[in-house]
């Protein structure tokens, strides 16, 4: 059972404050593009998992646990759990999504497991397991797992999971630079929270963040200028001040004519907006040749999430 999973970008995040529990209210508005891992799940006597570079990817998977840490493996545990089943499974991971590269890849993997184990360990017409369920199970492990299973383009509330699909018209054309070394989420946030509270903000916190009506429209209408002007991200300034050699990935891609420009969720990969499937071939191998950038993929989105193959 082999799962396709793709990658997200957001074309807006907003931070709201540090709430009580820890967490941020977001308005994240999620867009799923074409580069995509694959999970197989095989019968096998005990769960075990693999991760190897897609065939014809660079991607550097040093970085991703072989143990319950994985996200896929937790995934596995949690519709065994579910089904009341052994988890005898094993797992393959072909990773095309940089590590810890802002584009939630563990998050897809996790979203991957599930489906294919939910139908490898459940092969009745009407599975116990619903999309539903899965979705539900996907908030679990992770605030961006169920998007992975919706895909396209989605806005999401609270701390990103309640989704509501966004109306889009045609395809988007980007160009995603991945750096070397990856950045923890959990720290850029804690980076966005210190410059906000050095810079006096937290004294009196923003108010909740509201979707930028803009970019819906932009995305309503097709409209790639529009969409380019209106993307938005709180955590970029904080993945700036940790990786400051993003800054000049990012002009580089603005000088070589890119719609718009943003670090990638909480990066280090940078997303760049063109005009045309061509315009996003020249600008990836334009930008390719920049020292801080180590691989410049072209992408389209939004494209559909987890899906059997
Ligand atoms: P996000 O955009 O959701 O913040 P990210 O794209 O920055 O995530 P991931 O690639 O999801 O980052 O990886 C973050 C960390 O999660 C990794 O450093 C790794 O230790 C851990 N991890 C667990 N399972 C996986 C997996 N299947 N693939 C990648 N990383 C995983």
């Not at 799940?41 to 319950?68: C, M």
């Not at 191998?285 to 494209?303: F, K, M, N």
Request: some cysteine; charged content about 20%; glycine content about 12%.
């Amino acid at each position: 059972m082999t799962v396709r999973v793709p990658a997200k970008v957001n074309l807006q995040l907003s931070v709201g404050p540090l709430r009580d529990d820890g967490y941020h209210d977001l308005v994240n508005v999620f867009h799923a593009v074409s580069l995509a891992d694959e999970v197989t799940a095989t019968p096998a006597a005990r769960l075990t998992v693999t991760v190897e570079a897609a065939p014809g990817s660079a991607v550097a998977v040093g970085g991703v646990p072989l143990d319950a840490d994985n996200l896929a493996v937790r995934a596995a545990l949690l519709v065994a759990e579910h089904l009341g089943v052994e988890p005898e499974a094993a797992l393959r991971i072909r990773k095309a999504i940089p590590v810890a590269g802002g584009m939630a890849g563990g998050s897809a993997d996790a979203a991957a497991a599930l489906v294919a184990c939910a139908r490898l360990w459940d092969d009745r017409e009407d599975p116990l397991l619903g999309r539903d369920d899965l979705l539900e199970l996907g908030a679990v492990l992770g605030s961006d797992v169920p998007f992975a299973l919706l895909g396209g383009t989605a806005v999401g509330l609270g701390r990103g999971e309640r989704l509501t699909p966004a109306l889009t018209r045609g395809t988007f054309h980007w160009v995603f630079a991945t750096a070397g070394g990856g950045l923890s989420t959990p720290v850029v946030y804690a980076e966005c929270d210190r410059l906000r509270e050095a810079n006096g903000e937290q004294a009196e916190p923003p108010g909740l963040p509201e979707v930028s009506e803009e970019l819906m429209t932009a995305l309503a209408t097709g409209d790639a200028k529009g969409l380019g002007a209106a993307l938005t991200n709180d955590l970029q300034a904080a993945a700036l001040e940790l990786r400051p050699s993003l800054r000049r990935t990012l002009t580089a891609g603005r000088d070589l004519g890119a719609l718009g420009s943003l670090v990638s969720g909480s990066g280090p990969t940078c997303a760049f907006l063109t005009e045309s499937a061509e315009h996003a071939a020249d600008l990836a191998a334009a930008l390719a040749g920049a020292d801080t950038v180590r691989e410049a993929l072209p992408a389209h989105g939004p494209v559909p999430g987890a899906v059997i193959i």
